[in-house]
């Protein structure tokens, strides 16, 4: 899972990647009361949170910088509606969807509970957190095409 994004873990210096402790996963989703896509679960293993701003085929560094949030930044943008540094793409935050990922506008894609859609204000941008993922190690800003 997530094959791509491994070959990038060394390709910009604005990239980084820092763990994300099992247990601050479990405690969000207690105080929530949700449960994590497994998908995003499984990133934060592998990769902890991370920023990228390059992707694999990209010549030069994006403008855009994106960086997957932490348990508890989700837990500040859902829960307390608290200006954490970052909002959701639009003022509607998607039924049944977190917000988990920042990009440089200072808006989060979002992500569904049920099935791991991504979207980035209403369109769909990966049918799964994988697919995103792939695209978004492909080039740091596909979605803005």
């Excluded at 099992?22 to 293993?45: C, D, N, Q, Y």
């Excluded at 992707?55 to 855009?64: H, R, T, V």
Aim: net charge negative; aromatic share 14%; glycine share 6%.
């Amino acid at each position: 899972m997530f094959d791509k994004l491994k070959s990038i873990r060394e390709l910009s210096e604005k990239s980084y990647f820092s763990a994300v402790d099992a247990a601050e996963i479990t405690l969000v989703e207690h105080r929530m009361g949700i449960v994590f896509p497994e998908s995003l679960k499984a990133l934060w293993r592998e990769f902890g949170y991370f920023g990228l701003d390059k992707g694999l085929k990209d010549s030069e560094p994006s403008n855009q910088f994106n960086r997957l949030l932490t348990p508890i930044e989700i837990e500040g943008l859902v829960s307390t509606r608290e200006d954490v540094g970052f909002s959701s793409p639009s003022d509607e935050r998607i039924e049944n969807a977190i917000p988990f990922m920042a990009y440089s506008e200072g808006g989060c894609f979002q992500l569904m509970l049920d099935d791991s859609a991504v979207y980035y204000f209403d369109d769909v941008v990966g049918s799964c957190l994988e697919e995103f993922i792939d695209k978004l190690s492909q080039h740091a800003d596909f979605y803005r095409d």
